[in-house]
C-alpha cells in the first residue's frame, strides 16, 4: 500500500541547494585543480550540459545512489578528460568537418612562415544572409606553459589538417 501511494506522488522540483551543489560539482569536474592534467572546457559547453547535470545530480542524491563510501574521493582525471573528450566531439559532430575546439592542426596556409602545428583556439561563422552555409575561420595558438599564445587567426578549413590529438595538458 505504502508502495502505490509513493509512486503515485508527483515530483518536486530541484531545490536551490540541489542547483548549487551541482554546478560546483560540474565546475570542479570541468576546471579541475589547474594542476598539470587541468581540461579546460569552453563556457558554451558547460552550459549545454549544466541543466542534465543538474538533473542527473538530483536523481543522484534523491535516490540515495551518493552512498558515503565514495565521500570525499574525487574522480579519477582520466574519466573527466573522457567524458569532456567525448562532449566535446559530440558537440561538435555535424555541425561542420573541420576541427574540433582544442584539437591540433596542421597549418600550412598562406602565411608560410607559420607552418606547423597548432592548437584551435576558437572557431567563427562568417556569411551573408543570402548566403545557405556560413564558412568557417579558425583561430589557432601555441601553448606557452599554461597559457595560449595566438599564431594564426581567420583560417580556412582548406589550410588545415586536423591531427587526432585533443588538448589535455595545458
Known amino acids: 500500500m505504502e508502495e ?23 565546475g570542479e569536474l570541468a576546471l ?32 540515495g545512489h551518493t552512498a558515503p563510501a565514495v565521500a570525499g574521493v574525487p574522480v579519477d582525471q582520466a574519466t573527466v578528460t573522457r567524458a569532456f573528450k567525448l562532449l566535446s566531439e559530440q558537440m561538435t559532430a555535424g555541425q561542420h568537418s573541420g576541427p574540433a575546439l582544442w584539437q591540433k592542426v596542421d597549418y600550412h596556409g598562406s602565411v608560410t612562415q607559420r607552418h606547423g602545428a597548432y592548437w584551435v583556439y576558437a572557431i567563427h561563422e562568417q556569411g551573408d544572409p543570402f548566403d545557405e552555409e556560413p564558412e568557417l575561420r579558425y583561430d589557432l595558438c601555441e601553448m606557452r606553459g599554461v597559457r595560449a599564445v595566438s599564431v594564426v587567426t581567420n583560417v580556412r578549413r582548406s589550410s588545415l589538417t586536423p591531427l587526432p590529438e585533443y588538448r589535455t595538458t595545458v
Open 32 to 63: 579541475s585543480e589547474c594542476g598539470p592534467d587541468t581540461l579546460s572546457m569552453p563556457q558554451k559547453q558547460l552550459d549545454a550540459v549544466r541543466s542534465f547535470f543538474e538533473l542527473v545530480w538530483a536523481l543522484g542524491v534523491r535516490t
Open 4 to 26: 502505490t501511494q509513493t509512486s503515485s506522488r508527483t515530483g518536486e522540483p530541484l531545490t536551490q541547494a540541489e542547483r548549487e551543489q551541482a554546478r560546483y560539482a560540474l
